[in-house]
């Protein structure tokens, strides 16, 4: 939600701004085009931002599932073998909410290199 407030204050800023004075008719149509692609790109991190969250949340209840029959592990080895299993299966879970962590990351990052290029270029006075 924060990256949509700054983006749109960014993008609403600009277009008040108006530096259509200092561009030339083709810089208008690129700065255009180049604002076109942020609710897509905004969008994007949004689903990510989501996709995260419930990998991370399924890797917390395996986590807990994990803990409890973690405590069980010497009451047999059908027990030891449960917690093993839950283990690998939170650690799995762990590791793609990592995977998708890094990916928001990375996704987020772009944008807010794409969102400076586009104040470098189209937000000149």
Known sequence: MMIRSLLVLSVIGLAAAGPAAALTGDEVRQCNAMAATFEAKEAEINRLKAAQAALA????????????????RRFSARHAASADEAKAAFETARDAANRAGMDLNSKVQMFQEDAAAFNAKCAAD
């Open 57 to 72: 949340a399924e890797a917390e209840i395996l986590g807990e599932e994990w803990e409890l029959l973690e405590e069980q």
